[in-house]
């Protein structure tokens, strides 16, 4: 078993991979009584096309998180009652690239982590209970569907995207889930949900040594192929550049979309916090932009930008309640043109560089944001702990390189929601 030893962290990591595949993480925690561990699979809201056996499958939208649903079950009844009986606070998400199933405790950890691994492992469907769950989420979805937040992003998201499946809801539709039968639950469980697939990553005051026998004795011995996937080619172009819709709110409300250049592989890590760093300088709640806007009632406190990146996409979005949603796009743009041309403060690059450090550092004090940055990175090819490495080697020219290539009026689009 491989340990690293981050010396600016202050962390250690082992690491382990088993000759079925899975990728094992332990962080040590020692002194800690809560124990956290987080089991997922690559495999996400995004993947509904991917060749099986040499024959291309495509399958309906929602299925990943379907299936995330139905994993909870088991002949013996319910892994989520099991869990909660010995202690521990179980749950599960899934992303648009993961299906990740967690829990905590600071009992029984081992027997926990033995229920963990066993029912995300052996999957067990009937077509009585899969038609009973398409109830469930068809009224979940219908709740989402009627919630403003909602319906601005996916609507953002379909507006950047002409053919990625980054388009599609993570939860599917009520149309396109009622196509989901058990037969093709585990299709998609046979394919995804194999060690070689998954990464199990645990954070607390545990043996490493326990935990990787413990998975090397209750896992599958062989892992499976790589799956090929196809989210899409998705050109340059926007698919529409505005889009509008009436809800019962009080007040209007926009997002601003950029589509970004995807990221190159293996440089997710330094894209991340290039497009992170970027945000924060053009949008962050201390910039010239932000203040100006305040200022003139543009927008209010709900106003906020972030930085995404998901399987061969990246975007950039900003927005909030505003009254006049196409002048804060145009001041978006003329701020960011500024920067390009007469270059970024330095004492205020330092500010937003010091501040965006201290917040990964932050994050390490959160078990589940540990065991999630390790898997997503592993899924794509970084090492999240290096970050210290990459803020060294980040300049204001990067940021100006980003800002010049993707916030432009060809890379924008407009999503509204205004009132009924």
Request: hydrophobic letters at 35%; aromatic letters at 10%; charged letters at 25%.
């Amino acid at each position: 078993m491989k340990q690293s030893f981050y010396e600016r962290l202050g962390e250690s990591v082992y690491r382990e991979t088993l000759p079925n595949g899975l990728q094992i993480y332990v962080v040590p925690k020692p002194g800690y009584a809560k124990k956290y561990a987080f089991f997922a699979t690559r495999y996400g809201g995004m993947d509904t096309r991917f060749c099986l056996n040499g024959k291309w499958l495509d399958t309906p939208a929602g299925i990943a998180h379907y299936l995330e649903h139905k994993m909870f079950d088991t002949k013996e009844g319910n892994a989520l009652q099991e869990l909660a009986k010995n202690g521990a606070e179980p749950n599960a998400f899934t992303s648009n690239a993961m299906t990740g199933y967690y829990f905590d405790s600071t009992d029984h950890f081992e027997e926990n982590l033995e229920i963990l691994l066993s029912f995300v492992s052996i999957p067990y469907f009937t077509e009585e209970s899969v038609a009973k769950e398409q109830g469930i989420i068809g009224q979940e979805i219908r709740m989402v569907e009627d919630n403003p937040d909602w319906q601005i992003y996916v609507r953002m998201m379909r507006a950047l995207y002409q053919n990625s499946t980054a388009r599609t809801s993570i939860a599917g539709t009520v149309e396109s889930i009622s196509h989901i039968t058990a037969e093709t639950l585990y299709d998609c469980h046979k394919a995804f949900y194999t060690p070689s697939n998954m990464v199990l990553t645990v954070v607390g005051d545990v043996d490493p040594i326990h935990v990787v026998d413990l998975a090397r004795r209750v896992l599958p011995r062989e892992g499976g192929p790589v799956i090929p996937r196809d989210h899409g080619t998705e050109p340059p172009e926007v698919a529409e550049k505005e889009t509008s819709l009436a809800m019962e709110v009080s007040c209007p409300q926009f997002l601003t979309g950029f589509k970004c250049a995807p990221a190159r592989e293996g440089d997710c890590l330094r894209a991340n916090v290039v497009g992170d760093m970027a945000c924060d300088i053009l949008l962050g709640d201390s910039s010239p932009l932000y203040l100006r806007l305040y200022d003139e009632g543009l927008i209010n406190t709900s106003f906020g930008g972030a930085f995404e990146t998901m399987p061969g996409v990246a975007y950039l979005y900003a927005g909030g309640d505003s009254k006049d949603a196409r002048k804060v796009r145009e001041e978006i743009l003329k701020e960011s043109a500024r920067l390009v041309r007469e270059g970024i403060d330095e004492e205020f690059y330092q500010q937003v560089r010091k501040a965006a450090f201290g917040a990964n550092l932050r994050g390490l004090n959160s078990f589940e944001n540990i065991a999630v940055s390790l898997t997503e990175g592993y899924f794509n090819g970084y090492d999240p702990f290096r970050f210290p490495q990459v803020f060294d080697e980040v300049t204001k020219e990067d940021i100006r390189d980003f800002l010049r290539e993707n916030i432009t009026e060809e890379r924008c689009v407009l999503s509204e929601i205004v009132p009924r």
